[in-house]
């Protein structure tokens, strides 16, 4: 969906001359002010929830920049003004909650983006800085409040409330819950949440709830108005990893209760420094059928740097080719492109599901291909957990873009996947570091060096 403005930009001088031109000088003068024309898609509120009732919190979910601050502060404005100046909004009594009240000030109300740079001059609210309040022309008045004090929130009641980054405060709970008690007033009291997303209970607790509408987006989804250098940066900096994905893409991450992988522990093992390997596998999770319908095949590169005695060698995880293949052929054939771009020294394929028939597909593209097949005597959970301990030691490493692998691994636990369908990423990750460091240290003689 495309905003007026993107419409104007890519009109002919022509039509954006005519269309100028045809506006009333009032309508001219309010065109800068008119939120909807100018607004992109994930900044305009959703107007119900999925079922048709309406909604009670709006999430707004997007990475650093993607213009949270500016959607917050124009919903304020529509929930509070009237047709005119004078003329009563949907609400009149309104929360305004950041971490600190600093924040609350010079973000929410006086940032660049806040509520006093987008209201028009005939309806600018005054600030009463001893009230902490903001009073517009018609009487409504917004109340700034700091998360860090959640007690004062206690007694206030509201029709409406802005609650600025949640997942960053550190009384989260408390002042939510306490400003759920005060939101009481009108009809349908509703709130904006604008945040990047972080694992923390209540943000994922206020998504479980029905009357909850989210919408996100990622950081370049504002690219307009970001210095085109941050942009490069930032992404040069964190693209492909998951602190990468939550606060640029604005995605919420989950950790799983009792994860063999933790997110802090990923990040941990980030290196953009790729050494000389002595081996090199691709390791294969194969599909149990092949249609459209089937999970992904797993496929992961792995290679490890062999010093010393067994407890010294280092792994790196260098790519994750899994693909989505709708036929056998499909997914052999980018596990033969993934041996050819990292000249790997052996394939291993689990073979519990097609036996003989995955060696037979494999050798359909490459006859000459080193193979191996392993067969799963033991449950994922229980093959899993040696490869964890590998990280817990710091023992294996990550290059970049490896999110769809890592988010899989986040959701690995004791207790079994977490996650929808089969950890095929993961279990062709556990294949590989099996191959290269688990297996060979149970026989450890010094392996001979990569190309001699």
Same mark, same amino acid.
């Given at each position: 969906?495309?905003?007026?403005?993107?419409?104007?930009?890519?009109?002919?001088?022509?039509?954006?001359?005519?269309?100028?031109?045809?506006?009333?000088?009032?309508?001219?003068?309010?065109?800068?002010?008119?939120?909807?024309?100018?607004?992109?898609?994930?900044?305009?509120?959703?107007?119900?929830?999925?079922?048709?009732?309406?909604?009670?919190?709006?999430?707004?979910?997007?990475?650093?920049?993607?213009?949270?601050?500016?959607?917050?502060?124009?919903?304020?404005?529509?929930?509070?003004?009237?047709?005119?100046?004078?003329?009563?909004?949907?609400?009149?009594?309104?929360?305004?909650?950041?971490? *600190?009240?600093?924040?609350?000030?010079?973000?929410?109300?006086?940032?660049?983006?806040?509520?006093?740079?987008?209201?028009?001059?005939?309806?600018?609210?005054?600030?009463?800085?001893?009230?902490?309040?903001?009073?517009?022309?018609?009487?409504?008045? /917004?109340?700034?409040?700091?998360?860090?004090?959640?007690?004062?929130?206690?007694?206030?009641?509201?029709?409406?409330?802005?609650?600025?980054?949640? /997942?960053?405060?550190?009384?989260?709970?408390?002042?939510?819950?306490?400003?759920?008690?005060?939101?009481?007033?009108?009809?349908?009291?509703?709130?904006?949440?604008?945040?990047?997303?972080?694992? @923390?209970?209540?943000?994922?607790?206020?998504?479980?709830?029905?009357? *909850?509408?989210?919408?996100?987006?990622?950081?370049?989804?504002?690219?307009?108005?970001?210095?085109?250098?941050?942009?490069?940066?930032?992404? *040069?900096?964190?693209?492909? *990893?998951?602190?990468?994905?939550?606060?640029?893409?604005?995605?919420?991450?989950?950790?799983?209760?009792?994860?063999?992988?933790?997110?802090?522990?990923?990040?941990?093992?980030?290196?953009?420094?790729?050494?000389?390997?002595?081996?090199?596998? @691709?390791?294969?999770?194969?599909?149990?059928?092949?249609?459209?319908?089937?999970?992904?095949?797993?496929? @992961?590169?792995?290679?490890? @740097?062999?010093?010393?005695?067994?407890?010294?060698?280092?792994?790196?995880?260098?790519?994750?080719?899994?693909?989505?293949?709708?036929?056998?052929?499909?997914?052999?054939?980018? /596990?033969?492109?993934?041996?050819?771009?990292?000249?790997?020294?052996?394939?291993?394929?689990?073979?519990?599901?097609?036996?003989?028939?995955?060696?037979?597909?494999?050798?359909?593209?490459?006859?000459?291909?080193?193979?191996?097949?392993?067969?799963?005597?033991?449950?994922?959970?229980?093959?899993?957990?040696?490869?964890?301990?590998?990280?817990?030691?710091?023992?294996?490493?990550?290059?970049?873009?490896?999110?769809?692998?890592?988010?899989?691994?986040?959701?690995?636990?004791?207790?079994?996947?977490?996650?929808?369908?089969?950890?095929?990423?993961?279990?062709?990750?556990?294949?590989?570091?099996?191959?290269?460091?688990?297996?060979?240290?149970?026989?450890?003689?010094?392996?001979?060096?990569?190309?001699?």
């Amino acid at each position: 969906m495309r905003s007026g403005a993107d419409w104007l930009a890519c009109a002919t001088p022509h039509e954006q001359e005519t269309f100028l031109n045809d506006l009333s000088k009032e309508a001219l003068l309010a065109l800068p002010f008119l939120f909807e024309f100018w607004a992109l898609p994930h900044q305009l509120p959703p107007e119900t929830c999925e079922d048709g009732r309406d909604w009670r919190t709006w999430l707004c979910l997007g990475g650093r920049g993607a213009g949270k601050t500016r959607a917050g502060a124009e919903w304020v404005r529509s929930e509070v003004e009237g047709a005119k100046p004078l003329d009563a909004g949907r609400s009149s009594r309104v929360a305004l909650v950041g971490e *600190t009240f600093d924040q609350v000030r010079d973000v929410m109300i006086f940032g660049d983006s806040g509520i006093m740079a987008c209201s028009p001059p005939d309806r600018m609210p005054e600030w009463h800085a001893g009230k902490r309040q903001l009073i517009w022309p018609n009487g409504a008045m /917004a109340q700034a409040f700091s998360a860090h004090e959640p007690e004062n929130l206690r007694g206030p009641q509201f029709d409406a409330a802005w609650v600025d980054e949640l /997942a960053k405060w550190k009384k989260s709970q408390e002042s939510w819950d306490m400003l759920q008690f005060g939101l009481r007033l009108g009809d349908m009291p509703r709130q904006c949440v604008t945040t990047t997303p972080r694992n @923390v209970p209540v943000l994922k607790a206020i998504m479980a709830n029905p009357t *909850t509408v989210a919408t996100h987006a990622p950081t370049e989804a504002n690219r307009a108005y970001l210095a085109d250098s941050f942009l490069e940066e930032i992404r *040069t900096r964190y693209a492909g *990893t998951r602190l990468g994905r939550q606060e640029l893409d604005g995605v919420l991450l989950q950790d799983t209760e009792g994860a063999l992988w933790r997110q802090e522990m990923i990040e941990a093992v980030r290196d953009d420094v790729v050494p000389e390997f002595d081996r090199i596998v @691709v390791a294969v999770d194969p599909p149990v059928t092949g249609h459209a319908g089937s999970d992904e095949c797993g496929i @992961v590169v792995a290679g490890v @740097v062999c010093k010393g005695a067994p407890q010294d060698w280092r792994a790196w995880v260098l790519k994750d080719a899994s693909v989505a293949a709708s036929s056998p052929t499909q997914w052999a054939q980018a /596990a033969i492109d993934a041996m050819q771009e990292f000249d790997a020294d052996r394939l291993v394929a689990e073979v519990n599901q097609g036996g003989d028939m995955v060696e037979t597909i494999i050798r359909q593209i490459d006859p000459l291909v080193p193979y191996s097949g392993v067969r799963a005597s033991r449950g994922k959970v229980v093959r899993a957990e040696p490869v964890a301990a590998l990280y817990e030691q710091g023992r294996v490493r990550h290059v970049r873009g490896l999110g769809a692998l890592e988010d899989q691994m986040c959701l690995m636990s004791a207790h079994g996947y977490a996650g929808n369908g089969s950890p095929d990423r993961v279990d062709a990750l556990v294949w590989a570091l099996q191959d290269l460091m688990i297996d060979p240290a149970s026989t450890y003689k010094q392996p001979q060096v990569r190309g001699l």
